[in-house]
């Protein structure tokens, strides 16, 4: 039985916003191909295509933790579909020394589990000082898995993002 946050998910997977993305080619949620038995509520796969890099790959998965879906922020992490678990570390997109890709996709804080991000719930528990510098990037019932979507597309297409 579909429960209301997984009811306003798939809402937001038919908005317009999320399907222009999608046929883009910008970002999308993992298909059979990816997932032959889709994950249980609350856990969904999706995947954010990622700028040409040597040896790098052309999109990477994100395994999200959608729990209160709107009301809470989601978490969660890189997902690797070949071993059905987190990305190995050093098989995680790497960013220019300093930057805020480098700051937002860090493996040195909470063992990688969750992104450095005022979107992503388990990271923006411990930082109170967070609304008050990123008021526009604080999670709240208006933002929806676009706003993370288009947050991390947009950094892993950016400058910084250097491949592996």
């Known amino acids: 039985m579909d429960t209301p946050d997984q009811r306003l ?36 796969v999706l995947w954010i295509a990622a700028a040409p890099r040597p040896n790098a790959p052309d999109r990477y998965y994100v395994r999200r933790d959608l729990s209160n879906y709107r009301t809470v922020a989601p978490t969660g992490t890189f ?13 995680r997109p790497k960013g220019r020394p300093g930057s805020r890709f480098a ?12 992104f450095y991000h005022p979107y992503d719930r388990v990271a923006a528990q411990g930082h109170a000082n967070w609304p008050r510098e990123q008021p526009s990037l604080i999670w709240d019932s208006n933002h929806t898995i676009v706003d993370c979507l288009e947050e991390f597309h947009s950094l892993l297409n950016c400058g910084d993002y250097l491949g592996l």
């Open 9 to 44: 998910f798939e809402a937001d997977l038919g908005s317009a916003e999320f399907r222009a993305g999608s046929l883009k080619g910008y970002w999308g949620l993992a298909g059979a191909d990816i997932l032959p038995e889709p994950s249980a509520w609350p856990m969904r």
């Open 79 to 91: 997902w690797d579909p070949s071993t059905k678990d987190s990305l190995e570390l050093a098989k």
């Open 103 to 114: 700051m937002v996709f860090r493996t040195d804080w909470e063992g990688g589990k969750a």
